[in-house]
């Protein structure tokens, strides 16, 4: 067996304190010199405090390691403060321990670059708050959208909108908030929406900041575009054959020789003009019953909000509608998947929504054979209570498919086109959508979702 240094330096200073222990019993018991026993003595005790450093030495070193490693500097390995075979392989453990651990350290700090810089790119403006709700992280684009220096808490977020930490402090993990405020000059709206995570056993919320003022003017213009094209459009089909039959009329009624007043109209002038007078009355009527339309559609009263039970709901729905149904010869078809299901939202509205979307099923059916409607209900994977509408009719066209929920669009001869687009006003009311799925020939699905 070959020994290693370690091993003979601890059996020679073995040795030593066994020569010293015998030397110095040997001049206690043999001599009565008194310099050889402390002479001995005091040597045994250097020899022992000797082999107890030397033995700890590499406890020291190994502590030092561990040290160097807690504060993350991985520039120096370990020593071994002993040669030998053992002491060999032990050294070359230390080193590669050393290599993983600064090929990790290097590792963490480039993802952490690599996150930083993911992050910087982003267009939307982040924020991470702590539990005490101090910033941890802000991105450029939150730097460049507040333009505010100093902003290290949410209460500091008070210097952009007073109400701004509140609602930061009341959004929980996938929440979403809408909040229009002032920068300077700049109207924002400000969409935010929260993620909460744990990091270490520390809990964080990211917090992103949207500003969709530009979309939603955008937006609002589109609207009203459509919205005034619709008008137009209705108002120029009133308002041009009155015009045109009022100047028959005047045309009529004038007398040619110039003689101030009216001439003596013959019985068939007589006719065209009642025809043309009752043309006018049915124009101004139809125009008079699209600006009442207009003012129901624009004074759509608060929802006041209960607890809903959608199978009674539905079983209203069918009582009321029931003459309009067997006149049509409609099978209306109730199904729900949960007996209890219920949804929060204002109870005669939500019954609005529903006889407005069976009505135009009612109409879409038409000659239909084996005309069908059904309605169901049930939840999504999020929980939600969806709502549906089903019928077996023509289908919406795909051009028209955009513009169903258009106020006072309508593909209909005697429509008015507000019907779908209270019903989505009623929706949004109630915290709800309105959606619709259709091809033409194949029927249509409305889809209403509450929360």
């Known amino acids: 067996m070959v020994f290693s240094n370690f091993r003979a330096n601890v059996m020679l200073r ?18 009565k010199w008194l310099a050889t026993p402390l002479v001995c003595g005091a040597l045994l005790l250097l020899a022992t405090i000797e082999l107890i450093r030397y033995v700890e030495r590499g406890s020291r070193d190994f502590t030092s390691f561990l040290s160097f490693v807690a504060h993350q500097d991985f520039s120096t390995a370990a020593a ?68 505010l220096p100093h902003l290290n808490s949410m209460r500091t977020f008070a210097r952009i909108d007073e109400r701004l930490p509140g609602v930061l402090q009341e959004l929980g993990d996938g929440d979403r908030a809408l909040l229009a405020v002032r920068l300077g000059d700049d109207a924002l709206r400000l969409v935010l929406y929260a993620t909460t995570f744990a990091l270490l056993e520390q809990r964080y919320k990211l917090v992103s900041f949207q500003n969709i003022r530009d979309e939603l003017d955008q937006q609002e213009i589109e609207s009203w575009r459509k919205l005034i094209r619709v008008m ?21 009624m004038i007398d040619e020789s110039g003689t101030p007043g009216v001439r003596a109209l013959t019985p068939h002038e007589q006719n065209d003009m009642l025809r043309s007078i009752t043309a006018i009355h049915t124009r101004s009527s ?28 539905f079983e209203r729905v069918r009582t009321l509608l029931s003459r309009e149904i067997a006149q049509a010869g409609v099978t209306l078809q109730i199904r729900c998947d949960e007996p209890g299901l219920r949804i929060r939202a204002d109870a005669r509205q939500a019954e609005q929504v ?25 939840r999504n994977d999020d929980g939600d209570a969806i709502l549906h509408v089903v019928d ?6 795909p051009e028209h498919l955009d513009s169903i929920f258009v106020p006072f669009f309508t593909t209909k001869r005697n429509g008015t086109g507000v019907g779908l687009s209270v019903s989505r006003q009623i929706m949004q009311a109630n915290q709800g959508a309105i959606s619709v799925r259709s091809a033409p020939g194949e029927g249509c699905v409305f889809t209403l979702k509450f929360q």
């Not at 073995?14 to 001599?31: E, K």
């Not at 939307?124 to 939150?142: I, P, R, S, T």
Request: with cysteine; hydrophobic share 50%.
């Open 14 to 31: 073995v040795a030593i304190l066994a020569a010293l222990c015998f030397v110095l019993l040997w001049g206690v018991i043999n001599t």
């Open 80 to 147: 071994v403060p002993y040669t030998g075979r053992p002491f060999g392989q032990l050294q070359d453990a230390y080193r590669v321990l050393i290599g993983e651990l600064r090929r990790l350290h290097l590792q963490k700090a480039a993802n952490h670059q690599y996150l930083e810089a993911v992050v910087e790119h982003v267009g939307v403006a982040l924020c991470c708050f702590d539990e005490q709700g101090v910033v941890k992280m802000m991105n450029g684009a939150a730097r460049r959208l507040f333009d």
């Open 232 to 252: 137009t459009h209705e108002i120029m089909n009133s308002v041009t054959p009155i015009i045109s039959l009022s100047g028959v009329i005047r045309e009529t």
């Open 286 to 313: 139809a125009l008079l019953d699209f600006v009442q339309a207009y003012r129901s559609f624009a004074q759509l009263p608060p929802p006041v909000f209960t607890d809903v039970e959608v199978p009674a709901l």
């Open 354 to 378: 529903l006889i407005n979307l069976v009505r135009n099923a009612i109409e879409a059916l038409g000659s239909r054979p084996a005309p069908l409607i059904e309605l169901r209900g049930s």
């Open 392 to 397: 077996n009719g023509l289908g919406i066209a």
